[in-house]
């Protein structure tokens, strides 16, 4: 495609689909100020926003240095998702005896949704998934394989690592994997996902990827997802606080055992995605709003409503799923970038308690 074309196509993206924030962002002069082979890498950064119109972001880093790099595009964007108009400063604050988060404490019926806490992390000392090579997959799924057998010596995080990688001493089988998945322990085939495949980030599927999981099934891995690691705890119950410092606990072993991750003083942990800089921290819940989303039909007016409560509105089989048929979603503040993960846990409770509301007609 000429740069020409490229011009024209975004320009059409940019009306057809407002929300498209590549789109929205993208100014043609400044792409031209770039040397030709500076261009040829923004283009990739851009190619899953440009040959998917219905991108909410439009972009993947496939760097760190991207960020920096291409700032006069990236930045308006990340500003423009995490509502960011004066500097950006990325706080770290885990102290969760600061407030008390206890889902049952809004109702008695919220003592056991389903809660999960996930952090984006990428090591530096390796490219992102997007201009990762094969041998670079199979290399840092090896180099966190052995930190995985460091951490299952730990009593409190004692667990297995299960590789879908063919051949690899601790692959599992392709029953053990799907039971994983529909478990929402493991992630989903990313060969089928049209937003990573353009983006490079499904590349050599399924080679460098696995999952750690703690024996008592509460503290994950993912290994070669949209990140090189997604580290997460997942409880049955109703208390933030006790799920975040499980995270918090076994994020600080592992990073201990892994080599140093990348991190920006402005835009905190370097993710693939800008939606997942900052704290790089997705906490989301499993509710059952039935009437909020007719039986699960209809999730469209729960996700509007949720966004005014800066929440985003997933099916219950994450993103781009739809709700359960007992209307079963997955709620999480969007907010990741200069907020802290306490704030994050703040926010998914008072936003858990304003959808109660609204599904128990108290309001
Ligand atoms: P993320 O991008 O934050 O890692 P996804 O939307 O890709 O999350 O979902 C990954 C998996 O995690 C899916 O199987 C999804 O159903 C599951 N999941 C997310 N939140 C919860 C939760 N609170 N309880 C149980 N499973 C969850
Ligand atoms: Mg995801």
Redesign the pocket.
């Known amino acids: 495609m000429t740069n020409a074309d490229l011009f024209d196509r975004i320009k059409i993206i940019e009306s057809s689909h407002p929300d498209n924030l590549m789109a929205r962002h993208f100014d043609p002069g400044y792409f031209q100020t770039l040397s030709a082979p500076v261009q040829t890498r923004l283009r990739k950064i851009i190619a899953s926003g440009v040959e998917n119109p219905d991108s909410s972001m439009g972009a993947y880093a496939m760097d760190p240095a991207d960020y920096d790099t291409f700032a006069p595009l990236l930045d308006p964007m990340i500003r423009d998702f995490h509502r960011i108009n004066g500097a950006i400063k990325q706080p770290h604050d885990w102290n969760t005896s600061a407030h008390s988060c206890d889902l049952g404490a809004i109702d008695p019926r919220l003592k056991d949704?389903?809660?999960?806490g996930?952090v984006?992390r990428n090591v530096a000392s390796f490219p992102l998934p997007g201009a990762m090579t094969k041998q670079h997959r199979i290399d840092f799924e090896t180099r966190a394989a052995a930190a995985f057998s460091q951490l299952a010596q730990n009593p409190d995080f004692g667990g297995q690592y299960l590789s879908i990688t063919p051949g690899s001493p601790n692959e599992i089988d392709a029953t053990e994997y799907n039971k994983r998945?529909a478990a929402?322990?493991?992630?989903?085939d990313m060969s089928n996902d049209r937003y990573l495949n353009v983006a490079g980030i499904s590349a050599d599927w399924p080679h460098g990827r696995g999952m750690y999981v703690s024996d008592k099934q509460d503290f994950l891995v993912?290994v070669g997802?949209?990140d090189h690691l997604?580290i997460?705890a997942?409880q049955t119950g109703g208390n933030l606080n006790a799920l975040f410092d499980r995270l918090h606990a076994g994020l600080t072993i592992l990073e201990n055992l892994l080599p140093p991750f990348a991190m920006s003083d402005k835009y905190g942990a370097i993710a693939s995605c800008p939606s997942?800089l900052g704290a790089g921290m997705?906490a989301?819940?499993?509710m059952k709003l039935p009437d909020a989303t007719k039986g699960g039909t209809d999730i469209a007016n729960l996700t509007a409503h949720a966004k005014t409560l800066g929440l985003a509105v997933?099916?219950?089989?994450?993103?781009?799923?739809d709700a359960g048929s007992d209307g079963l979603v997955?709620i999480?503040p969007s907010a990741r970038l200069g907020v802290s993960e306490m704030e994050i846990m703040r926010r998914l409770y008072d936003g858990a308690a304003a959808l109660w509301a609204l599904e128990t007609k108290t309001t």
């Open positions: 949704v389903s809660m999960r996930r984006a998945v929402h322990q493991m992630f989903k993912w997802e949209e997604r997460m997942m997942n997705r989301s819940l499993h997933r099916g219950a089989g994450g993103e781009h799923s997955d999480s």
